[in-house]
């Protein structure tokens, strides 16, 4: 989170390049817990570099499967130990794959993933 100096009122905004040191140190210790894990990876204003203060991070987890319905899967993905907020989103390899065929906008946050961990046969960008 924002950290304040000592000698100022001024918020400090972690860099993208302490944040994503972060996710990588993250996922790490996640993907143990998580053997269903293939690819995770940062999308929005950190991927884009355009971060600013207050900026969330936009976080993109595919799994092998799952039977948890999407609008229920980040509540299994503690991001809290994380420098600033994270939004989650989970989704299936297959689902993954589909978002291909779908809207422009689904088409963009596909194109702008920048990957920090994955296994396997993990699904491309």
């Known amino acids: 989170m924002p950290a304040r100096s000592l000698r100022s009122p001024v918020l400090r905004w972690p860099d ?3 944040v994503v040191t972060a996710l990588r140190r993250w996922v790490d210790d996640i993907a143990v817990e998580h053997p269903g894990l293939l690819r995770l990876g940062y999308f929005g204003s950190y991927a884009r570099g355009d971060w600013g203060v207050g900026s969330d991070l936009d976080i993109v987890i ?3 499967d799952t039977a948890i319905p999407f609008e229920r899967r980040a509540a299994g993905w503690d991001a809290t130990s994380l420098p600033v907020p994270a939004d989650v989103l989970v989704y299936t390899a297959d689902e993954w794959h589909r978002l291909a065929e779908g809207s422009p906008m689904a088409r963009a946050m ?4 920048r990957w920090v961990w994955g296994q ?5 960008s």
Not at 110 to 113: A, H, P
Not at 120 to 124: E, L, M, Q
């Open 16 to 18: 993208a390049e302490t």
């Open 62 to 64: 595919i799994v092998q």
């Open 120 to 124: 396997g046969d993990a699904p491309s």
């Open 110 to 113: 596909r194109r702008e993933v």
